[in-house]
Nanobody
Framework: QVQLVESGGGSVQAGGSLRLSCAASRYTYSSYCMGWFRQAPGKEREGVAAIDSDGETIYADSVKGRFTISKDNAKNTLILQIDSLKPEDTAMYYC????????????????????WGQGTQVIVSS
């Protein structure tokens, strides 16, 4: 069963922090690569961070040093800690999984991911 449910979004002021969570079914969480993506109005979906089953992480240059992706294996949950929020971080944030069982390329390219959640909205005011 494929299930990805995001939560934790909200409205915050610039400089604040948010912690996004993505609760996954056991099947989806077993994917080799999971990631967080965002899409602002009128813009294409972009990858912000990804993590593989070995815990290796990769970040988009625009979020390095401010975003931290992690996994809570006890709860089958993907987490994105966002610090030092900027107005340009305003977007719908999605988690995704590639559905792969074994090692493969794990990047922030949206095309690599076959399973997607419904998203959680983040709004950052200046």
């Amino acid at each position: 069963q494929v299930q990805l449910v995001e939560s934790g979004g909200g409205s915050v002021q610039a400089g604040g922090s948010l912690r996004l969570s993505c609760a996954a079914s056991r099947y989806t969480y077993s994917s080799y690569c999971m990631g967080w993506f965002r899409q602002a109005p009128g813009k294409e979906r972009e990858g912000v961070a990804a993590i593989d089953s070995d815990g290796e992480t990769i970040y988009a240059d625009s979020v390095k040093g401010r975003f931290t992706i992690s996994k809570d294996n006890a709860k089958n949950t993907l987490i994105l800690q966002i610090d030092s929020l900027k107005p340009e971080d305003t977007a719908m944030y999605y988690c995704a999984a590639d559905g792969a069982e074994g090692p493969r390329v794990c990047t922030v390219a949206p095309g690599l991911f076959g399973y997607w959640g419904q998203g959680t909205q983040v709004i950052v005011s200046s």
